[in-house]
T-cell receptor
């Protein structure tokens, strides 16, 4: 069966510091991969998606970036965090038309 | 652009009773997919049920069923025999047909099951 991992589970970072969140998927090959952000009390906003290694599409312009160095690895990064980057970050994998989510990372920018 | 509306920010239901959560959407697509996701306090999003727009039969998964009204663009979730573990945020989501990668989510309904 497929499993999706995210780390870290929680993160507190000062404004202006860099960010790296990692997501890995097991039990499947060539999945579509997604990064979402969920602000407090709101639904999910798609940030990036990838259909293959090195292929990244951005849905929302901001100071975040994503990379897919391996088939089942998806990384969300920032060079300098903003207060507005605080939130709950979810990675998801999908095939066909379904998406399955990881446990998420709670990011607090102070 | 597609929009998904959940008009009930919060709902409550007595344990063992039935509750229906509402969702409407707006699209010009003819082929698409609809989903209900559950987000318990752990915050992991769990796929509860899915519906393909081309299927007239309403989807059912154990105690969860949907009422899909394509002409009205309505997609409600019915939870039967509510259990304490059903307490969660519930999100309705829309995805256009094959070739699209974007799920559009509603803002969610917070469901509390009361013992």
């Amino acid at each position: 069966s497929q499993t999706i991992h995210q780390w870290p589970a929680t993160l507190v970072q000062p404004v202006g510091s860099p960010l790296s969140l990692e997501c890995t998927v097991e039990g499947t090959s060539n999945p579509n991969l997604y990064w979402y952000r969920q602000a407090a009390g709101r639904g999910l906003q798609l940030l990036f998606y990838s259909v293959g290694i090195g292929q990244i599409s951005s849905e929302v312009p901001q100071n975040l970036s994503a990379s897919r160095p391996q088939d089942r690895q998806f990384i969300l990064s920032s060079k300098k965090l903003l207060l507005s980057d605080s939130g709950f970050y979810l990675c998801a994998w999908g095939q066909n038309y379904e998406q399955y989510f990881g446990p998420g990372t709670r990011l607090t920018v102070t | 652009a597609q929009t998904v509306t959940q008009s009930q920010p919060e709902m409550s239901v007595q344990e063992a009773e039935t509750v229906t959560l509402s969702c409407t959407y707006d699209t010009s697509e003819n082929n698409y997919y609809l989903f209900w996701y559950k987000q318990p306090p752990s915050r992991q999003m769990i796929l509860v049920i899915r519906q393909e727009a081309y299927k007239q039969q309403n989807a059912t998964e154990n105690r969860f069923s949907v009422n899909f009204q394509k002409a009205a663009k309505s997609f409600s979730l019915k939870i039967s025999d509510s259990q304490l573990g059903d307490t969660a945020m519930y999100f309705c989501a829309f995805q256009p047909g094959a070739g699209s990668y974007q799920l559009t989510f509603g803002k969610g309904t917070k469901l509390s099951v009361i013992p």
